[in-house]
Each structure stands twice: as C-alpha cells, then as structure tokens.
C-alpha cells in the first residue's frame, strides 16, 4: 500500500508560482504512476496531471498545459507539481494519487487506487 501527505499548498497572488509535493511512504511508490488532482468548492474533483512510474510520459488538463509541470524522485518517493502563471480558477485543494500499474496514464480519479488528504492553494486576484 502507498502513503501519500501532500504539501506545499498556500496563498499566492495570480501571476505567482507554487511548488506543490507529495511524499510517499509505502511498499509500492516505484511501480505506480501519479496523479495530481484539485477540487474546488461546490465542483467535482477534476484532473491535473499525471506521469508514469519512471516519469517518461506525462499528460496534462488542457486548464494548465503549458502552466503546470508534473515530475518525480523515485529515489525520494515524491512528486511535485510546479505551478507558474497561477490564476483565481486554480484556487482548489489539491491532492496528490497513486495508481498501479505505473506505466498506464489515467486521468480519472476513480482509477486511483490510494489518495493523499489533500492542501489547499488560494489563488487571489
């Protein structure tokens, strides 16, 4: 089973960047792909960004293509999400996702086997 705690979240002005990561404890890490997700008040939990085990294939909402960039340590158990040019829309809770097997790309968050509790980014105008 895999552990994720995710941090990294805050209050940043629209135009500013945040670096989001997730840290994995557990048996598995290496073999999962990630997920990065968000939610929003009162709207359903959306895609992100998602990367294979060994990180060579990523794919990205079209919300934050060219914005976002997801990546990971292996040797850390972590993924990040770096987020520049941040915007009010991205305000949300984030949460970090594993899912087995690693090498299959999924955007829907019922194929995500285990979930961090998620961090908050707020995103003012």
């Known amino acids: 089973q895999v552990q994720l705690v995710e941090s990294g979240g805050g209050l940043v002005q629209a135009g500013g960047s945040l670096r989001l990561s997730c840290a994995a404890s557990?048996?598995?890490?290496?073999?999962?792909?990630m997920g990065w997700f968000r939610q929003a008040p009162g709207k359903e939990r959306e895609f992100v960004a998602a990367l294979t085990w060994n990180g060579g294939r990523t794919f990205y909402a079209d919300s934050v293509k060219g914005r976002f960039t997801i990546s990971r340590d292996n040797a850390k158990s972590t993924v990040d999400l770096q987020m520049n040019s941040l915007k009010p829309e991205d305000t949300a809770v984030y949460y970090c996702a594993s899912h087995f097997p690693g090498h299959t790309l999924v955007a829907t968050a019922s194929d995500y086997n285990y979930w961090g509790q998620g961090t908050q980014v707020t995103v003012s105008s």
């Open positions: 557990g048996r598995s890490f290496n073999d999962h792909s």
